[in-house]
């Protein structure tokens, strides 16, 4: 289905940040196991911080795993990470261990459980300051990994906790949180539809304001695709009874409902097309396809196609445009 490659497309992107940067980042949120620089980082070394020449021939040596060491890419042979099954998962969950240390609070998650764009580290991965803001393409990762965790996917619950049960714990409490944020964005600005522009976030608060509202296409694809991710994981949850799941199963199809029956009212020009930006004129008006300049085309080969996917699967009856009516 297109939820579950969206998700897997999502997995893919964390694990491919591993062996060039997610070693020295997960420094910044303070482990011990990483406080001293890793000696063999071909980054600082071809930053000229490094002396010793790597054998980049050299296969890895092989060794039992042990997820408590940030530094674990060493630990595995490159004969065990093609052919061994038991040392892919290892890996694997290492991966999302130390992902996961990164998007939690205090790092790139706010305690209001909203990504933050970007964080500043130094050469040592020691953390040195944060953006503050986000991107609907950076909550839909986040959104994603939650749902695999609650739709109990192998290994997922590695990226928020040492079991599944504590790891379905923590995604039901940042679920609240992040349903929370939304609703409260739909006051601020309900002309937005349910989508959100590049907005301002704090550890005290939801999202910010903004002085325009100025919301793609592209980012937003991808964030209504993890919402029904969400959707779709918490009706896993309710029939196990989990708590609360139910609940927030109505409050995040209400959202997604929102963003099918504005989508097209938002996005759609005057012929037809699905743009890449709108800007939304009056925020506290009713949806109106007056209310919103259109520009750009959807040229993005994954961010458009997941818009004009949610336009074409999501939508429905005269809400639902023709093949000749979309970008193709």
């Known amino acids: 289905t297109v939820v ?5 497309c999502c997995q893919m992107v964390f694990l491919q940040a591993t062996l060039s940067g997610l070693l020295s980042v997960a420094a910044g949120v303070g482990d011990s196991s990483c406080s001293v620089p890793q000696q063999e980082s071909v980054l600082l070394q071809t930053r000229g911080l490094l002396h010793a020449k790597l054998d980049l021939n050299a296969s890895l040596r092989s060794a039992q795993p042990d997820l408590d060491v940030c530094r674990f890419a060493t630990a595995y042979s490159n004969e065990d990470l093609i052919n061994n099954e038991d040392a892919q998962n290892a890996y694997i969950a290492s991966v999302l261990k130390w992902d996961g240390k990164f998007a939690s609070p205090g790092a790139a998650l706010t305690q209001t459980g909203l990504t933050i764009d970007h964080i500043n580290l130094n050469e040592d991965g020691v953390l040195t300051d944060k953006g503050w803001y986000t991107a609907p393409s950076k909550e839909s990762l986040h959104m994603s990994m939650l749902a695999l965790v609650l739709d109990q996917t192998p290994l ?3 990226f928020l906790a040492d079991t599944q049960d504590a790891a379905e714990a923590e995604a039901m409490r940042r679920l609240e949180l992040i349903i929370n944020a939304y609703e409260d964005w739909d006051l601020e600005c309900p002309a937005c539809g349910g989508f959100i522009p590049w907005l301002p976030v704090s550890d005290s608060a939801g999202f910010g304001t903004v ?23 918490l009706e896993a949850a309710k029939q196990r009874n989990v708590e609360n799941a139910a609940e927030l199963q109505i409050r995040f199809q209400a959202h997604v409902d929102k963003m099918k029956d504005s989508v097209m009212t938002i996005f759609q020009n005057a012929k037809g097309k699905v743009q890449a930006n709108v800007d939304v004129k009056k925020p506290q008006a009713a949806i109106d396809p007056k209310d919103y300049k259109r520009k750009g085309g959807l040229t993005d ?25 979309i970008n193709q």
């Not at 579950?4 to 897997?8: E, G, M, Q, V």
């Not at 964030?223 to 959707?231: D, E, L, P």
């Not at 336009?311 to 000749?324: H, L, N, S, W």
Request: proline share 5%; glycine share 8%.
């Open 4 to 8: 579950t490659l969206h998700l897997l």
């Open 156 to 158: 997922a619950y590695h």
């Open 211 to 233: 002085k325009k509202y100025k919301m793609p296409a592209l980012d937003n694809g991808q964030m209504a695709w993890g919402m029904v991710s969400i959707v779709e994981a």
């Open 301 to 325: 080969p994954f961010e458009g196609e997941l818009m004009l996917m949610f336009v074409e699967i999501m939508t429905e009856g005269d809400k639902r445009p023709t093949a000749k009516k």
